[in-house]
């Protein structure tokens, strides 16, 4: 997999937004949507012993019952960065079959390099299965395979991306817009969400088996084809490996900081939550893994 070095200079202009934002507020106090960047220090959730979360909005919810069990400005609508993938693969597998095959273009691969995304170092005429396009797209984030797959299941990307609105509203994700299939930010203006909408969003994606088994997923490779050449992913998502966790989503922007949409079974619960506009990158997998142990404890108790 390959990160380029304009991403990773972005990732430290990010770290650099913290410096001289405003007090922390609490979970209760109704906050503005805040133009670009992380907000600014922890807010303590009036639900009692919540744990602290530093990040602009954040959501937890139980998906058997769909109860509201953490919530920080849940509805401001903010950039999300790759979490954006979610709802790709989401979407795909609305019409595509796991065997489908999918050729790579020399424009999905042009299009990740433009736009200094995180690739899955798809090679031009290689063809793969919609499965195995989705572990690219997932654990090392693809921007290639996202617009491998947009392409061919839109058809074109801008039919996909029409798709991804579609299905957002019949979700009842009234607060938010996609503008593409992988999150990178875009001229003429982001996409937007909230961690309410992305919640709901990862409550039916881990409903669906190939993407709950995708998202768990640490490591992955294929061995060399005459279809195509050996490929080796590894999971962004450091939160995998703790007990219960099951994945789902990480992701980065300058405007968008640090996103992580998340998911774990814990107590006989399963619970999903969504992080936006945090600021340090292992924090947000800390804040998560803090989050579904609170929730899950107050579930059983």
């Not at 424009?107 to 572990?135: H, S």
């Not at 900081?257 to 340090?280: I, Y």
């Amino acid at each position: 997999m390959r990160i380029r070095k304009a991403h990773l200079a972005a990732a430290a202009g990010a770290l650099a937004l913290v410096t001289g934002l405003t007090a922390p507020a609490h979970a209760s106090a109704p906050a503005a949507v805040p133009a670009a960047g992380p907000a600014a220090g922890p807010v303590h959730a009036v639900q009692q012993d919540a744990p602290s979360v530093y990040g602009s909005a954040a959501y937890l919810m139980d998906v058997s019952s769909g109860k509201e069990l953490f919530s920080k400005n849940a509805d401001d609508r903010l950039p999300i960065a790759s979490v954006t993938k979610m709802m790709t693969a989401y979407v795909v597998l609305k019409t595509a079959k796991p065997t489908d095959v999918v050729q790579v273009k020399r424009e999905d691969v042009q299009y990740a390099e433009d736009g200094g995304g995180t690739t899955a170092d798809l090679r031009p005429g290689d063809r793969l299965t919609v499965g195995e396009l989705l572990y690219g797209l997932m654990l090392p984030s693809g921007a290639d395979a996202a617009h491998a797959l947009a392409r061919t299941y839109g058809p074109g990307v801008g039919g996909f991306v029409g798709k991804m609105n579609a299905t957002a509203r019949e979700l009842g994700m009234n607060d938010t817009e996609y503008v593409n299939a992988d999150g990178l930010p875009k001229r003429g203006g982001d996409g937007y969400s909230t961690a309410r909408d992305q919640s709901m969003l990862a409550a039916k994606a881990v409903q669906v088996p190939l993407i709950k088994e995708v998202a768990g997923t640490r490591y992955h490779s294929l061995d060399a084809t005459s279809e195509h050449r050996s490929y080796s992913w590894r999971n962004t998502n450091k939160l995998l490996g703790t007990p219960g966790a099951l994945g789902l989503k990480t992701g980065f922007t300058r405007a968008a900081g640090f996103t992580l949409a998340f998911a774990g079974e814990k107590r006989g619960h399963t619970l999903v939550g969504v992080l936006l506009g945090e600021s340090d990158s292992s924090r947000r997998f800390d804040t998560a893994e803090a989050l579904l142990s609170w929730g899950a404890a107050r579930e059983s108790a």
